[in-house]
């Protein structure tokens, strides 16, 4: 009889620390969470919002690159699209999304 209350003491003891195991055990996995937050997915959201500011202050007389690795001038703009002049009297459509950024000076 006393074997079966030591036994039942001893399982009760080690399920309290079997929680605080578990515990321990999910602490590389929030760490983890917490490393790629910091590192991936914050500089991404920044990067997101910094073109999407980039593409709101576009306006007409600015020289931009598009994605596709044109160079032009903007002479029309409206919410969607930007009309660039690539050459004299050469004028193409594009997407405001395509333009990723200002052309260098002296291009």
Not at 60 to 87: C, H, R
Not at 91 to 99: G, Y
């Amino acid at each position: 009889m006393i074997n079966i209350a030591y036994a039942m003491g001893n399982q009760a003891a080690s399920g309290g620390q079997a929680g605080g195991q578990q515990w321990m055990g999910l602490l590389p996995l929030v760490l983890l969470i917490v490393v790629f937050y910091f590192l991936l997915i914050r500089p991404q959201q920044k990067k997101a919002k910094q073109q999407k500011q980039f593409l709101e202050n576009l306006k007409k007389g600015d020289d931009v690159v598009t994605s596709g690795g044109i160079y032009g001038k903007i002479t029309g703009i409206t919410n969607d699209t930007v009309t660039l002049e690539i050459a004299e009297k050469i004028r193409v459509k594009v997407l405001k999304s395509a333009i990723v950024m200002m052309a260098p000076k002296g291009e």
